[in-house]
C-alpha cells in the first residue's frame, strides 16, 4: 500500500500527476466536489448564522467510503484541489467528509502540473486556508438565497418553472437594456466624401474629407467646388510612433480573445483550456492576474532569442487592473516556452497556439512605425483632404501577434504605405464621392463582450463567466441571434471628369447572428425584477457584491456577518413582492378585433408569447394564436398579430388527405394527413402555397421511401440533427464519411447494420432479462440501469460490471414513482330523524 494518498478533483490531473511521482504515491480523483448543499431544499439555516447543510449526494457515497479507506490505510494525504476558493472548499469537503487527521494531512497547490512545480508543491505543503473556503461558501450560500428565495415569487408572479440567480439575472439586464437602446434607436444619415488622387510618378492612393454634410444638397454642393479644381500636397508630417504589445491572458481576455480569432464559445474555450492544463501544458486557466513569474520571464526571454534574435527580447512586468485580482497568481500561459505548438486535438491545438503566441508576444519589444500624414489642398476652397499612412520600420511583437479588437467602432483601418511625395507638389484627381452613410445603433453584445463589460463592472469572476453565459441560454432568457438583417437604400454622389452623377446602392444592415438576444420571457423577467427588487439587479450593487467576496477572502470581512447584512433587507423584500405585486405578463393591447369589437393583446402565456382576443372577464371565451418564432411581443404589429388567426391555413386535398399550413412547438409546418413536414428557415406557414407544400410532400415521400431492405425489414434514409443516418427496425445508424450517403450499396447498408448490431451487443453489460432489467455502457464512460422506460444514471465511479442484480433492483425500485392511493369515498351522511 502506498503511504502517500495525493487528492485532486479531475481523473484526467490525476493521470498526469501520477506520472511525476514514485511508487510511494497513489493518486485519486474526488471527481469535483463530493459534498454540496441538497438540490430539493434551501439547504440554509437563515436562523443559526445561515449554516449551510451539505450533504454527499448518493452517486458519491461509494467514492467517498473508498477515499476514506484509502486515507486509513495511507501516511499522509496530499490534498491537491486547484489553488482557486473553488479548489480550497473542495480540499476542506473532503478533510470533512473523510475525517481526515490533520496531523497527517497536507494541502498543496500549484498554478501547472509539471514535475517541477508538483516537487515544489510537496515541499511546500500548507494548512487549509479557511479564509477562502468562508469565501466560496459565502458565494454558495448567497446565491442559493436569491435562487430559492427569488424563484417562487417568479413561479406565481410570471409563470412555473422560472429562475433568478445573483448574477445570472445581472447579465441578462445588460443584454435586454443594449436591446431596448436598438429598438428606441433612429439612424440619422450623412455624406462622407473621399478622394483617389494620382502623383506625378503615377501612384495612386486613397484621400478623406474629416468632415461630413448632413443633406445630399450640401455634398451636391460641395462636390460642385471640386469642378475645375486643381489639387497639391498642402502639408506632409512624418512621426516615429511605436505599438506595444498586450499582457498575457487572463482568464477573461483568453475567452474574449479566442471568441474574436477562433470562434470558440466562452464554454468551449474554458473546456479546451481545461484539458491542456491538466496535460501538463499550461498553467491554471482561471485568473484575473497578468503576472508572470520570474521562470517565466526568463524562459521566454531565452525562447525569443532563440527563435528571433536579441533585439526582439524586452522583459515585461504587467499590473493588473481587476478589482480584486490575486496578482500571486500567474497569467495563463504555456509550462514550456520553447514549445510553441502540440500536436493534439485541433481546438485544443489552437487554443495553445494562441497561449504561446500572446504570452511570448508580451515580453518582446515594441514594434517600431513611422506614421505618415498628408493634407491635400485645392485652390477652389478652404476645405483640406487627408491622407494617413503607416510603415513599420522594425515589427517588434508584430512578429508574433497582434490582438484583435470585438468593439466594431473602434477597429483598426489597417494603414498601407503612401507613396513618396513632397510638399507643394501637383496631384491629379481620379474622382471624388460623397457616400450616404448611416449612424450606427449599439452593438448587440457577443460573448466576449459581455464577458468584458462584466469584468468592467466588476460583476462575477474568472470562474463565473461561462457558467453565467451558459446558464443564461438554458434557461430560455437569452438565444444567439439568427437576425439575417434587412436591405436599405442609399445614394452616393461621383465627381469624375468634371461631372457629377448620382447612384442609387444597396446595403444589408442588422445582421446579428450569433449574437446575444433576449428573448419575450427574458425581457418580461428582467422588467418584474428590476421593478421589484432593484437593489439586486443593481451593477453597483452586485459589484459590491463580489468585493465583500474578496475582503472575505483576505480575512478582512466575516461571511456570516455579510451574509445578515444582506438578508435583512432581502427577505422582507422578497415576502412584500410575493403578496403585494401584481402578476407580470409583458401584455401590450394593440387594438380591437374588427369582427366582434373585443380588445386585441399580447401577452406571455402558459405555452409562450401569443395574441389574444378578449379577457377573461367576459362571458365568450378569449381566443388566442402563438406568435411565429421571428416574431415577438415588444415589436409585433396589430396587422401581423390579427394575421396569425388565419392559421392553420387549409391550402387543398392531396392524394386525398387534406393539406394545411400551421407552426408549432418547432416552427412553421406543413401538414399532410397525420404526417408533419417542416417549412425551411426561410419560410413562412403565413405565405406557403398549395404547390410548395406538395413539393416538400413529395420530397418527404422520396426520404421516407425505403432504399432497401435486410431480414425482410426495410431500410429508409434521411439527415438530422447530428447528420445522415439509415433507420432500420426501429434503430437509426450514423454513416460516417466512410460511405457515399447518395449511393450506399446492399454491402455499405449490411455492413452499417451488421456494425450497429454489435455494438448495441458490446454496450450490455448485464441483461437480466427475466427481470427486464439491463445494464449499458452510456456516454464519457458512464453507465445507466434500464427496465422499461425507467433510466439511472450510474456515476463514473461505479464499478458497472461488479453490479448485482439486487442492487440494480434497488435502484430502479427507488427510480420507480410511486402511484398514489386512491382516495376512499367519503360515507354519505346518514339522513335526519323527522321530528
Not at 418580461?524 to 425584477?529: A, Q, S
Not at 377573461?616 to 381566443?623: F, G, S, T, V
Request: glycine share 6%.
Amino acid at each position: 500500500m502506498a503511504k502517500n494518498l495525493v487528492i485532486v478533483e479531475s481523473p484526467a490531473k490525476a493521470k498526469t500527476i501520477e506520472k511525476f511521482l514514485g511508487k510511494d504515491f497513489k493518486v485519486e480523483s474526488s471527481f469535483g466536489h463530493i459534498a454540496d448543499l441538497p438540490s430539493k431544499e434551501l439547504g440554509v439555516d437563515v436562523d443559526k448564522d445561515f449554516e449551510p447543510k451539505y450533504i454527499v449526494d448518493k452517486d458519491k457515497k461509494a467514492l467517498v467510503k473508498k477515499l476514506r479507506d484509502l486515507a486509513k490505510k495511507a501516511d499522509t494525504i496530499w490534498l491537491a484541489s486547484d489553488e482557486d476558493r473553488e479548489g480550497e472548499a473542495i480540499s476542506w469537503h473532503l478533510a470533512e467528509e473523510l475525517k481526515l487527521d490533520k496531523d497527517k494531512t497536507k494541502r498543496i497547490v500549484f498554478n501547472s502540473i509539471t514535475k517541477s512545480a508538483i516537487q515544489k508543491a510537496i515541499e511546500n505543503p500548507r494548512e487549509i486556508n479557511y479564509n477562502l473556503v468562508n469565501a466560496q461558501q459565502a458565494r454558495r450560500v448567497l446565491d442559493r438565497l436569491v435562487g430559492y428565495q427569488l424563484s417562487p415569487v417568479l413561479w406565481k408572479k410570471i409563470k412555473p418553472g422560472l429562475s433568478a440567480g445573483r448574477v445570472q439575472s445581472v447579465a441578462v439586464r445588460l443584454i435586454v437594456e443594449r436591446e431596448r437602446s436598438i429598438e428606441a434607436f433612429t439612424p440619422v444619415a450623412s455624406y462622407r466624401i473621399a478622394a483617389q488622387f494620382v502623383t506625378k510618378e503615377g501612384s495612386v492612393f486613397t484621400a478623406k474629407l474629416n468632415k461630413t454634410f448632413a443633406s445630399k444638397e450640401d455634398a451636391q454642393a460641395f462636390l460642385d467646388k471640386n469642378i475645375d479644381a486643381n489639387f497639391s500636397v498642402g502639408n506632409l508630417d512624418k512621426k516615429p510612433a511605436k505599438k506595444s504589445p498586450s499582457a498575457p491572458f487572463t482568464t477573461s481576455t483568453l475567452q474574449q480573445e479566442a471568441s474574436r480569432k477562433l470562434y470558440f464559445s466562452v464554454g468551449r474555450t474554458m473546456q479546451v483550456a481545461q484539458r491542456l492544463y491538466e496535460a501538463g501544458l499550461i498553467t491554471y486557466m482561471r485568473t484575473d492576474s497578468v503576472n508572470l513569474s520570474s521562470e517565466a520571464i526568463t524562459a521566454a526571454k531565452d525562447a525569443i532569442i532563440q527563435n528571433y534574435g536579441e533585439s526582439y527580447s524586452t522583459v515585461r512586468n504587467f499590473t493588473g487592473k481587476t478589482k480584486g485580482a490575486q496578482e500571486a497568481h500567474e497569467a495563463v500561459r504555456p509550462t514550456d516556452m520553447l514549445k510553441s505548438s502540440v500536436s493534439l486535438e485541433r481546438d485544443q491545438s489552437k487554443l495553445y497556439e494562441l497561449i504561446w503566441k500572446r504570452t511570448i508576444a508580451s515580453q518582446m519589444s515594441d514594434a517600431q512605425l513611422e506614421r505618415t500624414n498628408v493634407k491635400i489642398k485645392t485652390n477652389t476652397h478652404s476645405e483640406e483632404f487627408t491622407a494617413n499612412g503607416e510603415v513599420i520600420k522594425f515589427d517588434g511583437f508584430l512578429k508574433v501577434y497582434l490582438e484583435s479588437s470585438d468593439d466594431e467602432d473602434q477597429a483598426e483601418e489597417q494603414e498601407g504605405m503612401l507613396p513618396a511625395m513632397q510638399v507643394g507638389e501637383a496631384l491629379s484627381n481620379k474622382y471624388i464621392t460623397a457616400t450616404e452613410r448611416f449612424s450606427r445603433a449599439p452593438y448587440r453584445f457577443t460573448e466576449a463582450s459581455l464577458v468584458k463589460k462584466l469584468e468592467e463592472l466588476g460583476i462575477g469572476r474568472p470562474s463565473t463567466y461561462a457558467p453565467t453565459i451558459s446558464t443564461v441560454q438554458n434557461r430560455g432568457y437569452i438565444e444567439k441571434g439568427t437576425i439575417e438583417g434587412v436591405e436599405r437604400k442609399y445614394t452616393q454622389l461621383v465627381l469624375e471628369a468634371n461631372t457629377v452623377k448620382e447612384k442609387n446602392l444597396t446595403e444589408t444592415v442588422g445582421s446579428d447572428k450569433g449574437k446575444m438576444v433576449p428573448t419575450d420571457i427574458g425581457m418580461i423577467v428582467t422588467d418584474f425584477l428590476v421593478s421589484n427588487f432593484a437593489n439586486i439587479l443593481d451593477y453597483n450593487f452586485t459589484a459590491k457584491v463580489e468585493e465583500d467576496f474578496d475582503e472575505i477572502a483576505t480575512g478582512e470581512e466575516d461571511w456570516k456577518k455579510v451574509m445578515k447584512t444582506f438578508y435583512k433587507d432581502f427577505h422582507p423584500t422578497v415576502l412584500d413582492v410575493e403578496a403585494n405585486a401584481e402578476r407580470a405578463s409583458g401584455e401590450r393591447i394593440l387594438g380591437k378585433d374588427p369582427k366582434s369589437g373585443r380588445q386585441v393583446s399580447v401577452r406571455l402565456g402558459r405555452f409562450g408569447p401569443m395574441v389574444q382576443i378578449g379577457t377573461a372577464e367576459e362571458e365568450e371565451k378569449p381566443l388566442f394564436a402563438s406568435l411565429l418564432p421571428e416574431q415577438n411581443l415588444g415589436s409585433i404589429t396589430y396587422e401581423e398579430a390579427m394575421e396569425l388567426f388565419k392559421l392553420p391555413r387549409e391550402l387543398g386535398v392531396y392524394e386525398g388527405e387534406e393539406v394545411a399550413a400551421n407552426v408549432g412547438r418547432f416552427g412553421p409546418y406543413v401538414r399532410f394527413g397525420k404526417k408533419f413536414i417542416s417549412l425551411p428557415k426561410d419560410e413562412s406557414a403565413m405565405n406557403v402555397t398549395m404547390e410548395r407544400a406538395i413539393e416538400l410532400i413529395i420530397e418527404k415521400q422520396k426520404a421516407d421511401a425505403p432504399i432497401a431492405t435486410y431480414e425482410n425489414k426495410d431500410v429508409q434514409k434521411g439527415v438530422g440533427r447530428f447528420g445522415p443516418f439509415i433507420k432500420w427496425d426501429g434503430m437509426f445508424i450514423n454513416v460516417n464519411k466512410k460511405y457515399d450517403f447518395d449511393n450506399l450499396s446492399q454491402a455499405d447498408i449490411e455492413e452499417l447494420i451488421e456494425t450497429k448490431k454489435q455494438k448495441e451487443i458490446d454496450k450490455v453489460v448485464h441483461n437480466w432479462e427475466e427481470e427486464g432489467i439491463r445494464v449499458e455502457k452510456a456516454r464519457w464512460g458512464r453507465h445507466n440501469v434500464l427496465k422499461g422506460k425507467i433510466k439511472v444514471e450510474l456515476a463514473k465511479t461505479v464499478d458497472a460490471a461488479a453490479m448485482t442484480l439486487e442492487e440494480a433492483k434497488a435502484l430502479i425500485e427507488a427510480k420507480t414513482p410511486k402511484k398514489k392511493a386512491k382516495a376512499k369515498p367519503k360515507a354519505k351522511a346518514k339522513p335526519k330523524a323527522k321530528k
